[in-house]
């Protein structure tokens, strides 16, 4: 199978195009080593595992319509990521995100391609799931900056107040975005669901969880949390953990990341034609951020991590996943635990580079 992998010079992108040669498929790269992801542009075979390479822009129609060309599937991947700096960021978002996935659909639908895997994100969610002891399944709303700057990090029940039973997030509750990388996100997937409604395809959204591993970005406001915390430990400084480090989070290794695209991509024929079926893509073992920060500490042996107080009013309290289907459909199956994880990335190299992936 020949499959366009955009973003593929990227920290997730890089590692599907491993999965998929060693799985016998043949990877082709359309990446814009744009400056924010790429500030020393690497050359194209440094970027990526050996594979076709197409220096473009997910947004260029003819560049995307042309390396379609001979395509059995694409695995979308290029994305602007992370919470960034502020709203100022948003355009740079609703363009790379969203105007980049229309621009690609509507060259797949032009030039026949039927199968598609997305890289979806648990932000779509907004906050988990969680149960009130009288009211049962409750959704909170936002957090209020002032319950945040006392120190009151935990949602209360929106009907009674108390306090809240964090559980597993299914792919069937309603998204609720609360950032605006969430919202391109959610976009994404209406955009993939339509494309499958009009031209009779098959897509997949990987909605996964905190992903990390080695070959992630460092120094950058829009890499997720682990990067943050092992760029610390890089520069011998202590992780700074937010709030007070109790954020429940599945985190889950890159490469089972990549196994589940390239699962998805293989069974994509078998499933309904005309849908986006969403998938959760976590380890199905969730920590508190905290715990994650003295993981890293320990097995990198650095400076223990400072728990500080602060917080973005971007960010939920606990978000995990319930990874139920995705095992069930595909038959996928994390392999790499927490700690062994979290061991082998406190000494694993990272980009020099972030903000697309």
């Not at 621009?103 to 009130?132: F, I």
């Not at 969730?286 to 994650?292: D, K, N």
């Amino acid at each position: 199978m020949r499959v366009l992998v955009t973003g593929g010079a990227g920290f997730i992108g890089s590692h599907i195009v491993t999965a998929l040669r060693e799985a016998g498929h043949e990877p082709v790269v359309l990446d814009a080593l744009l400056p924010s992801a790429h500030p020393t542009a690497p050359a194209p075979g440094a970027a990526a595992p050996p594979a076709e390479f197409v220096h473009a822009d997910v947004r260029d129609a003819w560049s995307v319509a042309a390396v379609l060309r001979g395509v059995d599937a694409v695995c979308h991947q290029a994305a602007m990521v992370g919470l960034g700096r502020d709203f100022a960021d948003a355009p740079d978002y609703v363009s790379c995100n969203d105007l980049g996935t229309a621009v690609l659909l509507a060259a797949m639908a032009e030039t026949g391609v039927r199968r598609l895997v997305l890289a979806g994100s648990m932000v779509v969610y907004g906050e988990g799931r969680y149960d009130c002891l009288r009211h049962g399944p409750v959704r909170p709303g936002a957090r209020r900056p002032e319950d945040l700057a006392a120190g009151l990090f935990e949602p209360r029940c929106p009907d009674c107040g108390s306090a809240l039973t964090p559980g597993l997030v299914g792919e069937d509750t309603p998204p609720d975005p609360r950032n605006v990388y969430a919202s391109t996100k959610l976009t994404q997937e209406h955009l993939a669901a339509a494309w499958a409604r009009s031209v009779d395809g098959t897509a997949l959204s990987l909605r996964y969880h905190n992903v990390y591993g080695p070959g992630m970005p460092r120094d950058t406001p829009y890499a997720g949390v682990a990067s943050f915390f092992r760029s610390a430990l890089a520069r011998s400084e202590a992780p700074r953990v937010f709030e007070d480090g109790g954020q429940r989070r599945d985190f889950v290794h890159v490469e089972d990341v990549a196994a589940a695209n390239v699962l998805g991509l293989e069974a994509a024929p078998g499933l309904p034609p005309g849908t986006l079926t969403a998938y959760n893509t976590g380890s199905g073992d969730p920590h508190t951020v905290g715990e994650m920060a003295t993981a890293l500490a320990r097995a990198h042996g650095g400076p223990a991590p400072v728990v500080t107080g602060e917080f973005r009013l971007g960010d939920v309290r606990h978000i995990t996943a319930d990874s139920t289907r995705l095992r069930h459909d595909l038959g996928w199956h994390p392999r790499i635990t927490f700690t062994e994880g979290m061991t082998a990335f406190a000494h694993a190299a990272q980009r020099t580079s972030a903000g697309v992936n």
